[in-house]
């Protein structure tokens, strides 16, 4: 059956931490809703994915920081492609309100 899901609904009123949720899943990809309210990565943490990961903010706001050095902020309706094995933290995510993601993870064909 065919089904309407809200990218805004449920979302949980208090998140010590990041909140995931799969929205989508196959053999070769997964689609995932991440919230985010005046989150930072741990010191020392850097997400490091076996995947390809392409990102979207829906809304809120976001700074995230390469092992490079290099610092991306990010806006509602900014989009990245973060290759797999690209180091990555989230440096900061708005304080006043929810920070939405939607995130599509896949792996590269041989």
């Known amino acids: 059956m065919i089904a309407v899901h809200n990218l805004f609904a449920g979302i949980p009123s208090e998140m010590p931490e990041e909140f995931f949720q799969e929205i989508l899943r196959t053999e070769t990809f997964r689609i995932e809703r991440i919230i985010s309210r005046g989150y930072t990565s741990p010191e020392g943490f850097w997400y490091d994915q076996q995947t390809e990961e392409w990102v979207l903010l829906v809304s809120g706001s976001a700074t995230l920081g ?45």
């Not at 991306?72 to 933290?89: A, E, N």
């Open 66 to 110: 390469f092992d490079d050095g290099r610092t991306i902020d990010l806006k509602p309706g900014d989009h990245l492609f973060i290759p797999r094995r690209v180091r990555h933290r989230v440096e900061r995510t708005d304080p006043e309100q929810e920070t939405v993601w939607l995130a599509v993870h896949w792996t590269r064909g041989s």
